[in-house]
Nanobody, 114 residues
Framework: QVQLVESGGGLVQPGGSLRLSCAAS????????MGWYRQAPGKQRELVAT???????NYADSVKGRFTISRDNAKNTVYLQMNSLKPEDTAVYYC????????WGQGTQVTVSS
């Protein structure tokens, strides 16, 4: 499995922005589909966005137009730029790597509140 370390979470006001980063400990990072998931209190973990090795992306309907996933294969890092944040975006955000079985980071808390 791959070790994943997330960073960039925190407290932000509604309408604000945050950028999450996830660094992966693998020399073959570029071949993996990477993703961001989130889990709010009392809810199931849900997909936020994925990015394939070729760069194609997929987003949950709830974040389309506000969030952008990207990757830097030279740095073995995937990012999630989150704009126009809403209170309902509050959750623990997890990085995912498409190994078999999947690898998960420890999670980073994002709180959107005034």
């Amino acid at each position: 499995q791959v070790q994943l370390v997330e960073s960039g979470g925190g407290l932000v006001q509604p309408g604000g922005s945050l950028r999450l980063s996830c660094a992966a400990s693998t020399r073959i990072f570029s071949i993996y589909t990477m993703g961001w998931y989130r889990q709010a209190p009392g809810k199931q973990r849900e997909l936020v966005a994925t990015i394939r090795s070729g760069g194609s992306t997929n987003y949950a309907d709830s974040v389309k137009g506000r969030f952008t996933i990207s990757r830097d294969n030279a740095k073995n890092t995937v990012y999630l730029q989150m704009n126009s944040l809403k209170p309902e975006d509050t959750a623990v955000y997890y990085c995912n790597c498409g190994t078999d079985p999947p690898s998960w980071g420890q999670g980073t808390q994002v709180t959107v509140s005034s």
